[in-house]
């Protein structure tokens, strides 16, 4: 198979950067297709840490990289971000780097009002506050303001006019200042020249790309259980983050994505306010959070932690079409004596084999634990199946056949190569 699409098949913060990494390798081109600077991988290469937000992971290992027009870019992000990478000796230029020119802008406004909202209210969604909500919304309004329009002085006037007559009136009931249309349009002058050097029809180029022959990567972020449409709504992100979506976001074809690489970690964690029916308040649930460093690359926040949920995943492996998963963080369970697998729940006294749409029957399912012995010894670093103790075997094995899908690849470190390889997705 010539290309595989990597998605988070809980609610992210899986380990997605260090196997996009590792996939790097066998591919020629890596392609980013949704999401915006909200979405933080973290890259282990040696003693170099690498931190990206909207740079595909494939810059890191010198790769043909897209962004595509599913994604909401930050402009100014986006060169500091490249700057940033340039400092740890990774120069980034044209012909590293392509932008969809169909893709749409995050400007301050969308910032400032992603913010506001969250400070004012009641019930908060637990954004990053970088705008990228509001940003969906003006890209679904036909208001926003594509990388293209950069090109063209008088059209991007004219789309600025139509963009404040919108949020005008919110940031008015927000009590936020008016915006200065001239100063905007000043500022996005003056960056243009710097982002239109990379930009050009993202499309096109995949198109020749595969045919071609060559492997593309595709890389998601957040995870499945974040997505709009499939969520738990409304605590979820505003872009589909389903594998579906690697197709309209890449502007390739249905037949596109591939192999669908699952990543999943060996507990649950989640960022932000919602539904979390495994989530642990105990010694347990801090001793997975201080031994996975448990917090979000891009916001530093701590995440929450609990059981692994297989009814969360089987439903994700479904959703996505799910061809393998990419098991992550098996080390962190070291040393426990006793592990718990979620295998279903139970809602008002019914066994329910799913997560329910509604929130409120989110909020009330009761997790139905199976219980496991755990193992004393250590999985860190193994790289071969051999290496595993035999309760981690188990453990491994029981995961698949509660979620129906097999563990293709294992990681027990943040390091590339501490990666058990059971099945290559580039050949499967």
């Not at 899986?14 to 949704?34: H, I, M, P, T």
């Not at 893709?103 to 954004?127: F, V």
């Not at 950069?150 to 404040?164: G, P, S, T, V």
């Not at 749409?357 to 193992?375: H, I, N, R, S, T």
Request: aromatic share 6%; glycine share 12%.
């Amino acid at each position: 198979m010539a290309n595989v699409t990597v998605i988070g098949a809980q609610w992210g913060d899986e380990g997605k950067g260090k196997l996009v990494d590792w996939l790097s390798n066998r591919a020629d081109v890596v392609v980013r297709f949704q999401g915006g600077h909200n979405a933080g991988h973290t890259l282990v290469v040696g003693n170099q840490t690498y931190k990206l937000s909207l740079l595909p992971s494939g810059v890191v290992q010198g790769k043909l990289s897209i962004i595509g027009n599913g994604v909401v870019v930050d402009p100014w992000h986006l060169l500091k971000e490249i700057e940033g990478i340039g400092a740890q000796g990774i120069k980034i230029g044209p012909e590293l780097l392509v932008l969809a020119d169909n893709a749409c802008l995050i400007l301050p406004i969308h910032r400032d009002l992603d913010q506001a909202r969250e400070a004012a209210a009641t019930n908060k969604i637990g954004t990053t506050g970088r705008g990228i909500g509001p940003a969906y919304e003006d890209k679904v309004g036909r208001r926003a303001i594509r990388v293209a329009d950069l090109a063209d002085r008088e059209a991007l006037e004219a789309k600025i006019d139509r963009l404040l007559a919108h949020h005008a009136p919110l940031r008015a009931g927000l009590g936020l200042p008016p915006v200065d249309a001239a100063a905007l349009l000043a500022e996005l002058e003056d960056l243009a020249p710097k982002i239109l050097a990379f930009a050009q029809p993202a499309w096109l180029k995949l198109d020749g790309i595969v045919k071609s022959g060559k492997r593309v990567l595709f890389e998601g972020a957040q995870g499945a259980l974040l997505d709009v449409d499939h969520g738990t709504y409304p605590y979820v992100t505003s872009s589909n983050t389903v594998a579906g979506q690697a197709a309209a976001g890449s502007g390739l074809g249905p037949k596109g994505p591939g192999y669908v690489l699952g990543i999943v970690k060996a507990y649950t964690t989640r960022v932000g306010e919602g539904p979390f029916p495994t989530e642990l308040f105990d010694e347990v649930g801090q001793h997975l959070g201080t031994v996975g460093r448990e917090f979000g690359t891009v916001t530093g926040r701590s995440r929450r932690c609990g059981w692994f949920d297989a009814a969360l995943v089987r439903q994700s492996v479904a959703l996505n079409g799910i061809s393998g998963i990419a098991l992550t963080k098996l080390d962190v369970l070291d040393g426990l004596p006793t592990l718990k697998i979620c295998t279903g729940y139970r809602l008002n006294g019914q066994d329910i084999g799913y997560l329910p749409a509604g929130l409120k029957a989110q909020g009330q399912l009761e997790p139905v634990y199976e219980e496991m012995e755990g193992w004393s010894e250590t999985t860190q670093g193994a790289r071969s199946w051999k290496d595993l103790p035999a309760s981690a075997v188990k453990y491994v094995r029981r995961i698949e056949e509660l979620i129906g899908a097999p563990v293709a690849l294992l990681s027990t470190s943040p390091q590339r190569d501490d990666t058990i390889l059971m099945r290559d997705p580039f050949h499967d």
